[in-house]
């Protein structure tokens, strides 16, 4: 998917394990691919290095969060798009999905090797009716 595409996102609240959780997704994303051709999802995680009491980052770790999500999204570029960005519990997940898994352990060499900050995990799992993303769906 074209990273530099315009997309709609909305914000929203809600709470995991006891914790706040901020969730911003992609409203735009379903109109953008067909979800059933694009069945696998792609969790990146990002452990917070030092989150506050309520599982948030710091003002000064956020802004050095940002840019590690867009060097996600254009790791990615037209084999995934991302759809949800989660924080809550001392952690930021992104969530893509892709038509194809073939790239992504090397998608996730790349991103270890160059995100110096952060650890990153990355996992991948069939999802083809999207149900993570749906969810999410006010």
Do not use: K
């Not at 960005?85 to 996730?108: K, N, P």
């Not at 991948?124 to 993570?132: L, R």
Request: proline letters at 7%; hydrophobic letters at 45%.
């Amino acid at each position: 998917m074209n990273p530099s595409a315009e997309h709609l996102w909305s914000v929203l609240q809600g709470e995991n394990q006891g914790y706040p959780m901020i969730v911003r997704r992609n409203d735009s994303a379903p109109s953008l691919v067909r979800p059933d051709l694009w069945p696998i999802r792609i969790g990146v995680a990002i452990p917070l290095r030092a989150p506050q009491a309520n599982g948030f980052p710091s003002a000064a770790e956020n802004e050095e969060l940002a840019p590690l999500e867009d060097r996600v999204a254009m790791a990615a570029g037209y084999r995934a798009i991302l759809v949800l960005v989660i924080t809550t519990s001392g952690m930021r997940e992104l969530v893509l999905y892709a038509q194809t898994g073939d790239w992504i352990a090397s998608f996730h060499a790349e991103l270890m090797a160059t995100i110096r900050t952060h650890e990153v995990q990355c996992i991948a799992e069939a999802d083809p009716t999207w149900e993570v993303y749906r969810s999410f769906s006010s």
